[in-house]
């Protein structure tokens, strides 16, 4: 009987992940983390913590309600998104050092989104408005990342993810369990500048600097740990 259930068990899970590996979206609402192998294209979305999977199109129909937010990257609706993946291309196409090339596309991302913010700041950064204007603009609670002027750490994750993707930059993206406290929804990237050593990218405090994982500076810009419920 406990060969036969795990067995199930394997074929499930089997099941599962090669369904995913069609959907990112819904692997990324699953497991809360894409791995670098985990391309993200056009259509690309982020439901948030706590909620139901579903659809975009089927999203779209939903009214606005304050505490819903769905982040949508796809430059067929966001023509913002598709004038910042150009941009990319020609400052990555100059630098063929793969962490200069980070660090023009981690700079890149901080500006789009609002620039540099202390973590002493970051409490009253105030990206939420801009995130209600976004819904309001396609009157639903999609939010193109293209139409954000600020964006938090989770928005640049996002972003960050999919920009790497689409320049060929191997990247990750994680977010946290958190369902409650001062970082629900957080959301961190991770890269390989060389083979050895995952860094954390920072987007928001002191950008561009790369932190390597399991170390004090990677678990604050992460809020792991002992940063978890920290107001910082």
Not at 45 to 58: K, M, N, P, T
Request: aromatic share 10%; charged share 30%; net charge negative.
């Amino acid at each position: 009987k406990d060969t036969h259930w795990k067995q199930l068990g394997d074929i499930c899970k089997d099941t599962l992940d090669r369904l995913f590996q069609q959907n990112p979206s819904a692997k990324f609402w699953h497991y809360g983390k894409l791995d670098d192998g985990d391309k993200v294209q056009d259509g690309f979305y982020d439901l948030g913590i706590g909620r139901a999977f579903s659809y975009v199109e089927e999203l779209q129909t939903h009214a606005i309600e304050a505490d819903i937010e769905i982040l949508v990257a796809n430059r067929s609706m966001d023509a913002k998104l598709g004038k910042l993946q150009e941009q990319c291309l020609e400052l990555v196409a100059q630098e063929e050092d793969k962490g200069a090339r980070i660090l023009k596309l981690a700079n890149l991302v901080s500006s789009r989104l609002g620039g540099a913010v202390k973590y002493d700041e970051y409490g009253d950064f105030g990206f939420s408005t801009d995130v209600q204007k976004a819904k309001a603009l396609r009157n639903s609670n999609i939010v193109c990342v293209g139409d954000l002027n600020k964006g938090a750490c989770r928005h640049r994750a996002f972003l960050f993810k999919y920009l790497c993707d689409q320049l060929g930059i191997e990247c990750s993206i994680h977010r946290s369990r958190h369902v409650r406290g001062a970082h629900v929804g957080h959301a961190w990237n991770v890269v390989h500048v060389d083979y050895d050593t995952p860094v954390v990218v920072d987007l928001m405090h002191d950008v561009g600097k790369l932190y390597p994982e399991g170390k004090e500076d990677a678990s604050k810009y992460s809020r792991l740990g002992a940063f978890a419920f920290a107001t910082l």
